[in-house]
């Protein structure tokens, strides 16, 4: 069963900075190009950056593109997203998500993690 | 960038009814579209892709069709468990775009 554990979430100031984590089981983590998606308080969703299998390319939403950082760890089955200079405005539910074949959409997501920036 | 614009921005239906949802896209994709149901408090879950691929285990209430510019969701029959939110996501590019979605309520 394909399973994905957002984890890392939390409080931080405005100007801090949060890492948080995706492990990946039940499917070969370093076949599959993966991302992370946000959701503001009852806001709709925003792609923030994806990174592909074996972390070649890589891209971010133009809000978070020089203060985020995505990666991977595909020996520990792992996603990772650096989170710098962290703004009220990124206070959200963050969420990995894997890219189905052919990156047709995001077939499987985690449970996602909330981060709060808040002075 | 392109922008996916979804309309309406909520609708109530009876059940039974039928609802389509409406995505346009500010410059044509071709078929790289994707539809996700998310329910309150529940993690999107992918519906259909490639504008209107059926994703295994989802109803067949659920269809989708267009093409380059402009998409539609249909749910034929309206069902109290299709209370969600529904988002488009572009996928034509690394800009993997969302509408804003359209909340849909039964009357």
């Known amino acids: 069963e394909v399973q994905l554990v957002d984890s890392g979430g939390g409080l931080v100031k405005p100007g801090g900075s949060l890492r948080l984590s995706c492990a990946a089981s039940?499917?070969?983590?370093?076949?599959?190009?993966m991302n992370w998606v946000r959701q503001a308080p009852g806001k709709g969703l925003e792609w923030v950056s994806s990174?592909?299998?074996?972390?070649?390319?890589?891209y971010y939403a133009d809000s978070v593109k020089g203060r985020f950082s995505i990666s991977r760890d595909n020996a520990d089955n792992s996603l990772y997203l650096q989170m710098n200079s962290l703004r009220v405005e990124d206070t959200a539910i963050y969420y990995c998500?894997?890219?189905?074949?052919?990156?047709?959409?995001?077939?499987?997501w985690g449970q996602g993690t909330l981060v709060t920036v808040s002075p | 960038d392109i922008q996916m614009t979804q309309s309406p921005s909520s609708l109530s239906a009876s059940v039974g009814d039928r609802v389509t949802i409406t995505c346009r896209a500010s410059q044509g994709i071709s078929n790289y579209l994707a539809w996700y149901q998310q329910k309150p408090g529940k993690v999107p879950k992918l519906l259909i892709y490639a504008a209107s691929t059926l994703r295994s285990g989802v109803p067949s209430r659920f269809s989708g069709s267009g093409s380059g510019t402009d998409f539609t969701l249909t749910i034929s029959s309206l069902q109290p468990e299709d209370v969600a939110t529904y988002y488009c996501?572009?996928?034509?590019?690394?800009?993997?775009?969302f509408g804003q979605g359209t909340k849909v309520e039964i009357k």
């Open positions: 039940g499917f070969t983590f370093s076949s599959y190009a």
């Open positions: 996501q572009k996928y034509d590019s690394a800009l993997r775009t």
């Open positions: 990174i592909s299998a074996g972390s070649h390319y890589i």
């Open positions: 998500a894997r890219d189905a074949a052919a990156a047709a959409g995001h077939d499987y």
